[in-house]
């Protein structure tokens, strides 16, 4: 039955190879085209003054003419029924809060450091920084190891930071293996880490 | 000297009905009103067409028709020269008329009922009786109706019906053939004789 169907329209959408078709229902094929012709012929005819009436209604002022073809796609809203302009307008804020979350996320980004201070007599070593507002008891390093080292490792995000040990408590010191440093005012030496 | 103004006035004159539906739409939009007038010219039985089939009702389809040429000549910078511009009108006014059909929801039914069965007494007085095909018709699912109105009505192939309803060429196909199924049905319930 539904192989039939099929035939009629298959007949109906090619009528130049439905006369080949022996297995159409040739009764059924016959009281389709009725209704589809008196379909096709019953075209309403709209009021004389329909034409006049739409030039009437067009706004007096020019269609827009945006010249750069990105910024017409923006501004411009397509015939879809939705508000292309606020789906278009806020895929453009999705990519960009997308960038920049990569973008923050990159600058962001944490790196392990490993700090080392050799001191075998000591019996404290605290790490003080920019990156903990040069506050003691945050950063512990643990030893000494069998070299007479303290180590510790943290997650800095990338960029410059100042820093010192606290040996003891009391004695800030710089780090002797840091590869920049700047006085620190106190007549010291802050060392400087840049990752 | 006939000859000569005649010669002039061809030169001078410009044959809007001549030029392209893309040249038309380039003229609008460097100012040219008259470039616009053309296109309503030619595609505004087509469009009141696709309304009138979709409503049921002559006002509202002409209303529609208004709004959609007003709606394209606003939006005519996004109009793309190398596409058919009837396509482009009719996907306007399809769109229109779904949002018509939202507002519609909303009135009573009475109300509905009786505008339908009064535009169709209307149009079918005005030429060939058409009353019967148009109340099949307008009992038709809006879904089904508009792929199957434009298909044999405005003749469009079935990739411009997927192209202006948004859908893929399969739906099309398949609304065109139920479409047609539901509409051949619902002709033979209204007629117990052969005659449809």
Same mark, same amino acid.
């Given at each position: 039955?539904?192989?039939?169907?099929?035939?009629?329209?298959?007949?109906?959408?090619?009528?130049?190879?439905?006369?080949?078709?022996?297995?159409?229902?040739?009764?059924?094929?016959?009281?389709?085209?009725?209704?589809?012709?008196?379909?096709?012929?019953?075209?309403?005819?709209?009021? *004389?003054?329909?034409? *006049?009436?739409?030039?009437?209604? =067009?706004?007096?002022?020019?269609?827009?003419?945006? /010249?750069?073809?990105?910024?017409?796609?923006?501004?411009?809203?397509?015939?879809?029924?939705?508000?292309?302009?606020?789906?278009?307008?806020?895929?453009?804020?999705?990519?960009?809060?997308?960038?920049?979350?990569?973008?923050?996320?990159?600058?962001?980004?944490?790196?392990?450091?490993?700090?080392?201070?050799?001191?075998?007599?000591?019996?404290?070593?605290?790490?003080?920084?920019?990156?903990?507002?040069?506050?003691?008891?945050?950063?512990?390093?643990? #030893?000494?190891?069998?070299?007479?080292?303290?180590?510790?490792?943290?997650? =800095? /995000?990338?960029?410059?930071?100042?820093?010192?040990?606290?040996? *003891?408590?009391?004695?800030?010191?710089?780090?002797?293996?840091?590869?920049?440093?700047?006085? *620190? #005012?106190?007549?010291?030496?802050?060392?400087?880490?840049?990752? | 000297?006939?000859?000569?103004? +005649?010669?002039?006035?061809?030169?001078?004159? @410009?044959?809007?009905?001549?030029?392209?539906?893309?040249?038309?739409?380039?003229?609008?939009?460097?100012?040219?009103?008259?470039?616009?007038?053309?296109?309503? %010219?030619?595609?505004?039985?087509? !469009?009141?067409?696709?309304?009138?089939?979709?409503? $049921?009702? !002559? +006002?509202?389809?002409?209303?529609?028709?208004?709004? +959609?040429?007003?709606?394209?000549? %606003?939006?005519?910078?996004?109009?793309?020269?190398?596409? $058919?511009?009837?396509?482009?009108?009719?996907? @306007?006014?399809?769109?229109?008329?779904?949002?018509?059909?939202? $507002?519609?929801?909303?009135?009573? &039914?009475?109300?509905?009922?009786?505008?339908?069965?009064?535009?169709?007494?209307?149009?079918? &007085? &005005?030429?060939?009786?058409?009353?019967?095909?148009?109340?099949?018709?307008?009992?038709?699912?809006?879904?089904? %109706?508009?792929?199957?109105?434009?298909?044999?009505?405005?003749?469009?192939?079935?990739?411009?019906? +997927?192209? @202006?309803?948004?859908?893929? @060429? $399969?739906?099309?196909?398949?609304?065109?053939? %139920?479409?047609?199924?539901?509409? !051949? &049905?619902?002709?033979?319930?209204?007629?117990?004789?052969?005659?449809?």
């Amino acid at each position: 039955m539904k192989r039939h169907n099929d035939r009629i329209h298959d007949a109906l959408d090619n009528p130049k190879l439905s006369e080949q078709m022996a297995d159409v229902d040739s009764h059924r094929l016959e009281a389709y085209r009725r209704v589809l012709a008196r379909l096709e012929n019953a075209r309403i005819q709209p009021s *004389d003054d329909l034409f *006049d009436r739409i030039i009437k209604a =067009l706004p007096e002022k020019e269609p827009k003419h945006i /010249p750069f073809k990105t910024v017409r796609w923006i501004w411009t809203p397509s015939e879809s029924g939705f508000a292309p302009v606020l789906i278009r307008a806020a895929a453009i804020v999705l990519v960009m809060l997308a960038v920049s979350l990569i973008v923050l996320n990159i600058h962001m980004k944490r790196l392990q450091k490993t700090f080392v201070f050799h001191a075998p007599n000591a019996y404290s070593v605290e790490l003080v920084g920019t990156f903990n507002q040069w506050q003691r008891g945050s950063i512990a390093l643990r #030893g000494p190891d069998a070299d007479g080292n303290w180590v510790t490792t943290i997650k =800095l /995000p990338a960029g410059r930071h100042e820093y010192m040990f606290v040996v *003891d408590k009391t004695r800030w010191l710089a780090d002797p293996n840091a590869k920049l440093s700047r006085p *620190d #005012g106190f007549g010291g030496e802050n060392s400087i880490l840049e990752i | 000297m006939t000859f000569f103004t +005649a010669t002039v006035y061809n030169i001078v004159t @410009i044959k809007y009905a001549d030029m392209s539906d893309g040249a038309l739409a380039e003229r609008a939009l460097n100012g040219d009103k008259k470039g616009f007038e053309e296109l309503v %010219r030619r595609y505004q039985r087509a !469009v009141f067409g696709l309304a009138y089939h979709m409503t $049921s009702n !002559v +006002a509202d389809a002409e209303d529609l028709t208004q709004e +959609a040429f007003v709606t394209a000549y %606003r939006r005519l910078d996004s109009f793309d020269m190398d596409r $058919s511009f009837r396509n482009w009108i009719i996907t @306007i006014c399809a769109n229109l008329t779904k949002n018509t059909f939202r $507002s519609r929801i909303r009135r009573k &039914k009475t109300e509905e009922s009786y505008l339908l069965q009064r535009e169709i007494q209307e149009s079918g &007085k &005005k030429k060939e009786n058409h009353g019967d095909l148009l109340t099949a018709l307008a009992a038709l699912s809006p879904k089904l %109706r508009a792929p199957l109105v434009l298909k044999h009505v405005e003749g469009c192939a079935y990739e411009e019906i +997927a192209r @202006i309803l948004n859908i893929g @060429i $399969s739906a099309a196909k398949m609304r065109v053939k %139920r479409g047609r199924d539901e509409l !051949v &049905k619902l002709m033979e319930s209204q007629h117990t004789t052969n005659e449809i």
